[in-house]
């Protein structure tokens, strides 16, 4: 198992649509590995393959935060939101795309989810709270669409201003 470096916000892949997995393979088990490696070590509850440069249809997720509570690590393959629920919930988001921005985003409370795990398996369940918000918030990243998008063109504006500096200054620091 190794850590892939995050790619950060603006990038081309992160606003690309991912293409649908069509068998799972070594290479497919390593990545998934490799990125609930990355997801943990962030840390993070959630990261999608654009993020690690890896333009396919699957992400991982684990939203288990009370202290000694059993982790639940998931990899979904395919994923397709096949419900919504008409109650709306309000979470503030954060990006380890979009380090150390915030902001509110209003999606459907309760989804239900479609995907393919990775014992080549279909699989159905329906998320609430936080696992809902991320759920929702990893597909949009394989459909090459980042929180920051439901904001007001001037907040994302702002925000991709700071990124663009913070981006420069890392790498210069690099050089
Ligand atoms: O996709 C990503 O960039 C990961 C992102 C997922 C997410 C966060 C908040 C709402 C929806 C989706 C993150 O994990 S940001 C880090 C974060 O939220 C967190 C980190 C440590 C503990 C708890 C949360
Ligand atoms: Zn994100």
Not at 57 to 79: F, T
Not at 146 to 154: A, H, M, N, S, V
């Amino acid at each position: 198992m190794a850590l892939r470096p995050i790619i950060l916000h603006p990038d081309p892949r992160l606003k690309a649509t991912c293409k649908p997995l069509t068998g799972i393979d070594r290479d497919i088990r390593h990545l998934a590995d490799d990125m609930l490696e990355t997801m943990y070590n962030a840390p993070g509850i959630g990261l999608a393959a654009p993020q690690v440069g890896v333009m396919s249809r699957l992400l991982v997720m684990d939203c288990v935060k009370e202290e000694g509570a059993e982790a639940r690590p998931m990899v979904l393959i395919n994923p397709e939101v096949t419900w919504t629920s008409e109650e709306r919930n309000v979470y503030e988001e954060g990006c380890l795309s979009i380090p150390e921005q915030f902001a509110d985003v209003e999606r459907p409370a309760e989804v239900e989810v479609r995907w393919i795990g990775l014992d080549g398996e279909e699989k159905t369940e329906r998320f609430d709270g936080l696992w809902a918000t991320c759920v929702q918030h990893e597909i949009d990243h394989l459909d090459g669409r980042l929180f920051i998008d439901y904001l007001k063109p001037l907040r994302r504006q702002m925000i991709t201003r700071k990124m663009v500096k913070l981006k420069r200054e890392k790498e210069r620091a690099r050089l």
